[in-house]
C-alpha cells in the first residue's frame, strides 16, 4: 500500500466513543417518536441500556487503561484518552438524565392504555397475597443475601447483576441498623410480574418490588422491624486478558480469562441517588470502589436492558405487527435447495426473507446421502441453536462437520465454549479460533460428491449464523456453487486449520491477506476516474467506520471529485461534508425496527458497477486482526437488486439520521412524501417474487 497523500489532523477524526454516543442516542430518539408504537419505544429504552452496558464494560475500561499510558497512549486512538473518557463521561450523564425522563414518561403513557407498573406499596389486597404467594413459590429460595459486617470486605459481586441494598432498622430505636446485599435474581426469573388485574386494565410490578414487599419474611431472623431497600448494579472491566503461554491450550486460557473478567475493575457503579449517604459510603468502603467518574446516580430502578423483554399487553397496536416473510423466487418451497443454488445464485436478505432458508439447506445437507461433509464459521450462537442442532445431526448422519468457534467472541465466550464441547462430543472436528486473530467471517462450505468428483456450495454472509438475531438484523447472505468462489472459500478453512500458510486469494477479499490492499486500490481506481472525469462513485453501508488510513483515502477521493455516500449505523469517525476536505462526501445512518447490520461496498467504476458483501466493518481490526471476507456480487440482477435497496436507503425521510461532524443527529427530512425504507424492502423483494 502506498504512503497516504494526505495528512489526516486530529480535528478531523472524531474518536470512535464518542461518536457510538451519538449512534445510542439515535435509539433514544426511537424512544422518544410518537409513531413508534409504544411498547416498541420501552424495547428501544431496553436496547440503549443494554448498549450502554456493553460501552462502559468494553470501551470506558479500555480508554481508562490507555489513560494509565500517559503520552504513550496517543499512538493508539490519536488523541488524548484521559480528554476522550472526561467527553464521553459528560456526555453519559447527560443521556443518562435524558433517558430516566423518558422511561417515566412512558411510565404515564402506558397508564393511559390501561397498563399500570404499580410498586409494593400499591397493591391491593388481592395482588399482596398473590405477591406473597408467588414469592415464596418462585423466588425465595433464588435469593441469597450478604450480611455486610463491621469488619472484613464483601466477596466479589457479579458483574452486570442488579443488587438490593437493604438498610434494617429498629423504629423503636433499641438496636443498631445492620445492613445486607443480595442479588435479583434476573437470570432465571422475568423481571416484569402480571399481577391479577379488573376489568380490561393491566397491572405489572418489578421483581425487585416483590422482594422489597417480602424483606421482613427474608430477614425475619432479625428483630429489627422497619426494611429499606436501594438498588446498585456494577460494570467491571470486560476485556479478556490472554497471556501467550503456549503450553496451555487456547480453550482453558479463554475459559480462565472468563473467570477473571467478573474480578475486573470498577468501571461503572449505578446506585439508587435517594440511597442515604451513610449507606452509600459503607457501600463504597466494603466494595473498594473510589469515588470517581465511576459513580453514577440514577432512580430506583437499574438494569433496564430488561425492557427489550417487556410483556406484550394491552391493545394489538401498542407493538408493531408481525409481517410474514417475503418467499423467495428462486428457492423451491418442497425443498432441494442445493439443486436451485448449483443452478443461479442466491441471495437472502434478513428478515425480509426467513433465516428458516438457512436451516432447511443445512438439514438438507445432514440428511443428503451424496454430502460428504459440512464447515462451518460460528461466532454467536442463538440461545437454543438449531443451527448446532442441523450439525448434529448431519454427524449422525456420517457427515464430516467441521466447526470453527471463535471463542473470543465478546460475551458470548462462554456459550460457545459449551457449544464446542456438544459438537466436539457427537464427534464434529472443532477449530477454537485462531490464536492472534478472530475469526469473524460468515462462512458455510457444503461439500457434495457429484458424478466422481466433489463440489462445494458456499454461503457467505453479512451477519452471524443465528436464528435469534435473524428475526431482527437485516444481513445478506449469498448462496453460491461458483466454483472460483467456493474454491476460495475451501481455502480460507484451510488458512484457519493451518494459519501459517501464506493465503492467495483472487476472486475474494479476506483479511488479514488482502481486504485492505483490495479496499485501498478500489478507492484508488475511483480518484483515478475523477481525476479523469469518468464517472467515479462510492455507496458504502457499513455498521462503523474509524479505520484512518482509510479514511485518509476517503478524504483524497472526495477532494478528487468522487461521489461518496456512507451508510453507517455505529461508530464512525470521519467528518462529512467539511468544506475543502469532504465537501463530496454524505454520510447517514438509520434506526429503525430492525437492526441495519449488513456491509456493502459500492463502487461505480466507470459504468461498471462492483457490489461486493461480507463481515467486514472498516476499523483497524477488521482489516488487521480478524479473518473476515467480502465476496462479489457477479449475477447482473442480484446486483441490481442490492444497488435498488442500499438507493432506497438515500430515499428514506422518516428513519435517517444525517451524520454531521456536530454530532447533532438530525433527520434528513424533505418535501417528498414520507418513505420509510424497512417497509420499502419488502415491496421491492416482493416484486422479485
Known amino acids: 500500500m502506498t504512503e497516504p497523500r494526505f495528512e489526516l489532523t486530529d480535528d478531523l477524526f472524531t474518536p470512535k466513543e464518542v461518536s457510538w454516543l451519538a449512534f445510542n442516542e439515535r435509539l433514544l430518539q426511537e424512544a422518544e417518536d410518537l409513531s413508534v408504537p409504544l411498547i416498541d419505544r420501552l424495547k428501544f429504552l431496553g436496547i440503549y441500556s443494554s448498549n450502554l452496558d456493553e460501552f462502559f464494560r468494553v470501551r470506558v475500561a479500555t480508554l481508562r487503561r490507555l489513560a494509565g499510558l500517559g503520552f504513550r497512549s496517543r499512538e493508539f486512538i490519536r488523541h488524548d484518552p484521559k480528554q476522550v ?229 394491552g391493545k394489538g397496536s401498542l407493538a408493531s405487527p408481525e409481517r410474514p416473510a417475503v418467499a423467495h423466487p428462486d428457492l423451491p418451497t418442497d425443498g432441494n435447495y442445493l439443486r436451485a443454488v448449483r443452478r443461479r445464485d442466491v441471495l437472502l436478505h434478513f428478515p425480509y426473507h426467513s433465516f428458516d432458508h ?172 475523477a481525476k479523469a472525469g469518468r464517472d467515479a462513485w462510492m455507496d458504502v453501508k457499513l455498521n462503523n467506520l474509524s479505520d484512518e488510513a482509510v479514511i485518509t483515502r476517503l478524504y483524497e477521493a472526495s477532494q478528487a471529485g468522487v461521489r461518496i455516500r456512507l451508510n453507517i449505523r455505529g461508530m464512525y469517525s470521519i467528518k462529512a461534508g467539511v468544506d475543502g476536505v469532504s465537501t463530496n462526501i454524505q454520510a447517514m445512518g438509520i434506526i429503525d425496527r430492525f437492526l441495519e447490520h449488513s456491509r456493502v461496498l459500492v463502487f461505480g467504476n466507470d459504468g461498471n458497477t462492483e457490489v461486493w458483501l461480507g463481515s467486514a466493518d472498516w476499523l483497524p481490526r477488521n482489516f488487521d486482526k480478524r479473518i473476515e471476507v467480502m465476496v462479489p456480487l457477479r449475477n447482473p440482477k442480484l446486483v441490481t437488486q442490492v444497488r435498488t435497496i442500499i438507493e432506497a436507503h438515500w430515499r428514506d425521510n422518516t428513519k435517517a439520521r444525517i451524520l454531521d461532524p456536530d454530532l447533532s443527529n438530525a433527520f434528513r427530512r424533505d418535501d417528498k412524501p414520507p418513505f420509510r425504507v424497512q417497509d420499502e424492502i419488502y415491496d421491492i423483494l416482493d416484486e422479485n417474487t
Open 85 to 313: 473518557l472526561d467527553q464521553v463521561m459528560r456526555e453519559a450523564k447527560r443521556q443518562h438524565a435524558r433517558y430516566n425522563a423518558l422511561y417515566e414518561q412512558l411510565i404515564v403513557e402506558l397508564g393511559e392504555h390501561g397498563i399500570h407498573m404499580i410498586d409494593e406499596l400499591a397493591y391491593d389486597e388481592q395482588q399482596a397475597a398473590f405477591v406473597e404467594a408467588y414469592f415464596h413459590k418462585i423466588v425465595r429460595h433464588r435469593l441469597h443475601p450478604i450480611m455486610i459486617r463491621g469488619r472484613g470486605d464483601l466477596p466479589p459481586l457479579v458483574d452486570q447483576a442488579i443488587y438490593l441494598a437493604v438498610r434494617l432498622s429498629d423504629s423503636r430505636g433499641k438496636r443498631k441498623p445492620r445492613y445486607a446485599l443480595m442479588g435479583i435474581p434476573t437470570d432465571v426469573l422475568n423481571r416484569f410480574v402480571v399481577l391479577p388485574s379488573r376489568n380490561e386494565e393491566h397491572d405489572l410490578t418489578y421483581l425487585d418490588d416483590v422482594i422489597r414487599y417480602n424483606l421482613g419474611s427474608v430477614f425475619s431472623l432479625f428483630p429489627h422491624d422497619t426494611h429499606d431497600a436501594y438498588m446498585v448494579k456494577f460494570a467491571k472491566d470486560a476485556e479478556l486478558d490472554l497471556d501467550d503461554d503456549i503450553q496451555e491450550s487456547y480453550f482453558s486460557r479463554i475459559s480462565r480469562s472468563i473467570k477473571r473478567r467478573g474480578f475486573g475493575s470498577p468501571v461503572r457503579f449505578l446506585y439508587d441517588g435517594s440511597m442515604p449517604d451513610d449507606m452509600l459510603d459503607l457501600l463504597l468502603t466494603k466494595l473498594k470502589i473510589p469515588r470517581d467518574e465511576s459513580l453514577t446516580p440514577g432512580a430506583r430502578y437499574h438494569h433496564r436492558s430488561d425492557l427489550m423483554n417487556f410483556p406484550t399487553v
Open 358 to 529: 438457512v436451516l432447511t439447506l443445512l438439514r438438507e445437507a445432514a440428511l443428503d446421502p451424496k454430502v460428504r461433509s459440512i464447515q462451518i464459521c460460528l461466532y454467536r450462537l442463538a440461545r437454543n441453536s438449531s443451527v448446532v442442532n442441523a450439525l448434529i445431526n448431519a454427524l449422525r448422519n456420517g457427515k464430516q462437520v467441521t466447526v470453527v468457534m471463535e471463542l473470543q467472541a465478546r460475551f458470548d465466550e462462554e456459550a460457545n465454549l459449551l457449544w464446542s464441547a456438544r459438537l466436539r462430543e457427537e464427534g464434529a472436528r472443532v477449530i477454537m479460533g485462531v490464536p492472534g486473530l478472530k475469526v469473524h467471517a460468515k462462512l458455510i462450505l457444503i461439500t457434495r460428491r457429484e458424478r466422481g468428483a466433489d463440489r462445494d456450495y458456499a454461503c457467505i454472509g453479512t451477519g452471524n449464523m443465528n436464528e435469534d438475531t435473524g428475526r431482527v438484523f437485516s444481513d445478506f447472505m449469498l448462496l453460491t456453487a461458483s466454483e472460483d468462489v467456493a474454491g476460495e472459500i475451501r481455502a480460507v478453512f484451510e488458512q484457519i486449520r493451518k494459519p501459517y500458510r501464506t493465503g492467495a486469494f483472487q476472486h475474494l477479499l479476506v483479511s488479514p491477506y488482502n481486504l485492505r490492499e483490495g479496499v485501498v486500490k478500489k478507492i484508488d481506481r475511483e480518484i483515478e476516474l
